[in-house]
């Protein structure tokens, strides 16, 4: 029984990298529990998405409306690194979405079957966990502050077409730097914050031969978890996003950048190897950003290393 209870904390390792449909809000609940060492995680996702994208004023495109079904594969596995915990997964994203919108003042709409640009995320648990092997890691007393780092790069391999203003890929580099902190009360309570920074390389070739840059991106999350029972548990999310002024053709655009999401998660495991999981996740709309409900499952198989 005691061995059911820790499995039940893998779970949450790669479950964030789901959440793709709004990548710069994609909320991480729990991303600080412990794991023991020499575990591998194998996940398959499903999200639905569906909303406005609010776009600058100066845009060809207004009204815009999106449906977008994203399947997605993971693979993670955690390991011990300047003897701390650290964990890597890879995240390749498969998506079918519908556009609706003006073009011109015209009715137009349009669709794209394809690839997104893949995920690798190394992260590092620094203070509060120590990196163990199961037959260790099923005796040790977790700690209630925990402090860890993470770096997520996103290469662009994903589908584009420059003479076509939407893509499933975004044909430049993007590099995520994060930190989080969170505190257990009562074993039953956790209050998780973190806060990311990212840095995009420039799009040589964005639409029509223009040329694409975006400043800096800085985004805030904020989580309180509740655990019912060892692998069931609920997290209320809210986060904001600022920054990342976009340039084309060093014309500066509208700020479509600050955006504010809320969302709710629950897990249940299903027995020690195999977990299940749901979220909501809503934006709150403002003048210029990304207005998208989702909906994400995910079912999650862990295995250890053999001796």
Do not use: C
């Amino acid at each position: 029984m005691k061995i059911i209870v820790k499995y039940s904390l893998l779970f949450i390792f790669i479950y964030p990298s789901l959440f793709q449909s709004t990548k710069a809000q994609a909320f991480e609940p729990r991303f600080l529990s412990d794991t023991p060492i020499k575990a591998n995680f194998l996940v398959g996702g499903y999200a639905f998405s569906k909303g406005d994208i609010l776009l600058d004023i100066a845009s060809p495109v207004q009204d815009l409306e999106s449906s977008l079904n994203t399947l997605t594969l993971v693979y993670g596995r955690s390991f011990k690194l300047f003897n701390r915990l650290t964990k890597i997964d890879v995240i390749l994203p498969y998506a079918i979405a519908d556009f609706n919108g003006l073009l011109n003042g015209v009715a137009a709409s349009t669709s794209r079957n394809g690839f997104g640009d893949p995920l690798l995320r190394i992260s590092m648990i620094i203070i509060g966990v120590e990196a163990l092997e199961l037959k260790d890691f099923i005796k040790h007393q977790p700690k209630k502050f925990k402090f860890g780092v993470g770096i997520r790069i996103t290469p662009p391999l994903g589908q584009y077409d420059s003479a076509k203003l939407i893509n499933l890929g975004s044909n430049r580099w993007t590099f995520k730097l994060g930190v989080g902190a969170s505190y257990t009360f009562i074993n039953k309570i956790i209050l998780e914050t973190q806060i990311k920074y990212w840095v995009f390389t420039q799009n040589d070739e964005f639409f029509n031969g223009g040329v694409l840059r975006q400043t800096p991106l800085i985004s805030a999350q904020f989580h309180l978890s509740y655990i019912f029972k060892p692998g069931v548990w609920i997290s209320g999310s809210i986060g904001q996003t600022n920054a990342g002024i976009t340039y084309i053709n060093e014309v500066e655009q509208e700020k479509t950048n600050k955006n504010a999401r809320f969302g709710a998660t629950f897990s249940y495991r299903v027995n020690k190897n195999n977990s299940l999981k749901i979220a909501l996740t809503n934006g709150i709309p403002n003048q210029y950003a990304i207005d998208y409900t989702s909906i994400i499952l995910a079912y999650s198989f862990l295995w250890f290393d053999k001796k």
